[in-house]
């Protein structure tokens, strides 16, 4: 699926997940809706390196940094100095 960030967007807003995303993005897109939970839950048992990369994210913003590293370090990347939200829209850009 061909889908750029603003589009993706629109499709949070309206509440409607694109059929076929990988189930990283999925995660993305549960997390952009609010609900961590079920983002964290599509992820958790992935160790792919998109996944590892969103699932660090989802656990800084949990606030569990510890656990955050270790799946930074996974996904062969550092923990970023941004906000949540920009780190959110670097993953899409990433990604999408």
């Not at 990369?53 to 913003?61: G, M």
Request: proline residues 3%; glycine residues 6%.
């Amino acid at each position: 699926m061909d889908l750029d960030k603003e589009e993706f967007k629109r499709t949070i807003q309206n509440g409607e997940i694109p059929v076929g995303l990988p189930l990283f993005i999925q995660a993305l897109w549960h997390d952009g809706k609010g609900n961590w939970a079920r983002a964290h839950s599509l992820i958790d048992h992935l160790d792919d390196a998109q996944s590892a990369h969103v699932h660090a994210y989802l656990h800084r913003k949990e606030g569990d940094i510890w656990n955050a590293d270790y799946w930074y370090r996974r996904a062969g990347r550092k923990r970023p100095d941004n906000t949540l939200e920009a780190e959110w829209e670097d993953l899409l850009s990433l990604y999408l």
